[in-house]
């Protein structure tokens, strides 16, 4: 069984940064990819950044020059780094982990961008 914590999240004012972390614990074995992924109220989840176990990166488009994904593989750590907070950042972020055919998720984290 693969446990993911998340940790980061809050308030914060509009154009202000925040660091999501999410550590993965348990039965992790090879991963493939990790990322993140976001759900606003009444949206549906979307992707917002993953990284491959090679290293490449990617990026939904409304994030691209604000977020940066990263990851310590001696940690089975992910973070996202998000700068110039949006009030429509505001959301639920899950980070997800999968690895061979399986996936995870983590319990998510509020993000609330408000003056």
């Known amino acids: 069984q693969v446990q993911l914590v998340e940790s980061g999240g809050g308030l914060v004012q509009p154009g202000g940064s925040l660091r999501l972390s999410c550590a993965a614990s348990?039965?992790?074995?090879?991963?493939?990819?990790m990322g993140w992924y976001r759900q606003a109220p009444g949206k549906q989840r979307a992707l917002v950044a993953t990284?491959?176990?090679?290293?490449?990166?990617n990026y939904a488009d409304s994030v691209k020059g604000r977020f940066t994904i990263s990851r310590d593989n001696a940690k089975n750590t992910v973070y996202l780094q998000m700068n110039s907070l949006k009030p429509e950042d505001t959301a639920v972020y899950f980070c997800?982990?999968?690895?061979?055919?399986?996936?995870?998720w983590g319990q998510g984290s509020q993000v609330t961008v408000s003056s």
């Open positions: 997800s982990l999968v690895s061979g055919t399986a996936r995870y």
């Open positions: 348990g039965s992790v074995g090879s991963i493939n990819f």
């Open positions: 990284t491959t176990a090679g290293g490449s990166t």
